[in-house]
């Protein structure tokens, strides 16, 4: 399986970026991953991998892209001047066909601008849709759409995020029937904006989905959806919350155990069940956000992840290329749609893309 990295894009540089690519060769040897960057700065990055992962070396291979993108370009400036950029370059290999599937933990404006550029669109969808899944109850998990690509959606656009989550859920995790949702202020009918309740009356006419209704913001983390659907600000929102509530409840957690001599002695004992608590709420487990809607595979890594983060991005890649999404979205997608029903308006497109996943 081929990998193309933007090995420029994230907040800690190339060296989360190699050394996560090195991870994921060792536990993968049949990956080979092209790196694009500056040459002699990943030539460097890869010289200093520590031991267990040198080995990884022969599956890493070089690809010269002098210019970076910086995370404040517009995604206009990028589509201008980004010509010789390691993300640029990168897409350009999938779109070639020389790659199986793109990573990079770079600007996301310019990212979806890119990609949007290099590969299209799967018939139909006129711009990405970003989906990750989030943790749940229990040891499950959510798909939440959009994520910061569409901020002010139409019903029409709701209705697509909803189908697009359906097929990924089906033949990327094997769910059989996946439950859908729409996140909304209440679960009452007469709630949420026209967009909301225009896409609730069009869903409920699609046949073969297991479409539940509205859902509040409690219900995404207690797991009664597979997928959930909404607008891209509220999507981003939510998602960043969940993160500093995450954290946050870690570090309370850690902080009262410390307080005293009684607490540290209980926390000692309680410290196997304190680590799987940190495992299981760490969002680095479930990076790796898909650009849903292209016509090829693009996976969005978080801005600020570490090398085990940026692993967890390429085994997501890893995953959606060996379930081929975007062939299955092109043949399922548009013959699933409500051939009729009250949908009506447009998408605004968040500025540029400038939200950082």
């Known amino acids: 399986m081929r990998i193309a990295v933007d090995a420029m894009g994230g907040d800690k540089g190339p060296r989360a970026t190699v050394a996560g690519a090195a991870r994921a060769v060792i536990e993968d040897p049949q990956l080979d991953i092209q790196l694009f960057g500056p040459a002699g700065l990943l030539d460097d990055e890869i010289s200093r991998l520590p031991r267990p992962l040198a080995a990884a070396a022969s599956h890493l291979h070089l690809c010269d892209a002098p210019d970076i993108i910086p995370a404040d ?8 001047r980004g010509h010789a950029s390691s993300m640029a370059r990168m897409l350009d290999c999938v779109a ?12 996301t404006g310019a990212l979806m601008a890119l990609s949007r550029r290099a590969l299209g669109m799967v018939p139909g969808v006129p711009r990405p849709a970003i989906s990750t899944a989030i943790p749940t109850r229990g040891d499950g998990r959510c798909y939440l759409l959009d994520l910061g690509a569409n901020v002010d959606v139409s019903a029409e656009r709701l209705v697509d ?4 989550g359906d097929i990924m859920a089906r033949h990327v995790d094997g769910l059989a ?35 539940l209704g509205f859902i509040e913001g409690d219900g995404v983390f207690a797991g009664r ?18 993160e500093g509530l995450a954290k946050m ?25 304190l680590r799987r608590l940190k495992s299981e709420l ?20 978080h801005g600020s992840c570490d090398a085990q983060g940026f692993y967890y991005a390429l085994k997501r890649a890893s995953q959606e290329v ?5 062939s299955r979205l092109e043949a399922e997608l548009d013959h699933r749609r409500p051939s009729s029903g009250p949908l009506s308006g447009g998408s605004v497109d968040m500025d540029d893309g400038q939200q950082e996943l």
């Open 73 to 80: 370009m517009r995604a206009s400036q990028a589509l201008r």
């Open 96 to 107: 070639a066909g020389e790659a199986d599937v793109g990573v990079s933990s770079g600007n």
């Open 161 to 164: 995020f909803a189908l697009m």
């Open 177 to 211: 029937a996946p439950r859908i949702a729409l996140l909304n202020v209440g679960v009452e009918s007469t709630k949420g904006s026209l967009a909301v309740q225009q896409a609730d009356a069009a869903l409920r006419q699609v046949a073969g989905i297991d479409y």
């Open 225 to 242: 959806a597979d997928v959930v659907v909404c607008d891209g600000f509220v999507g981003n929102v939510l998602l960043k919350a969940s």
């Open 249 to 273: 409840l870690v570090g309370r957690v850690q902080a009262t155990f410390e307080a005293h001599w009684g607490s540290r002695l209980v926390g000692m004992l309680a410290r196997p069940a």
């Open 282 to 301: 760490d969002p680095v487990r479930y990076n790796g956000a898909s650009l849903l809607g292209l016509a090829g595979i693009v996976i969005k890594s």
């Open 322 to 326: 060996s379930r081929d999404l975007p």
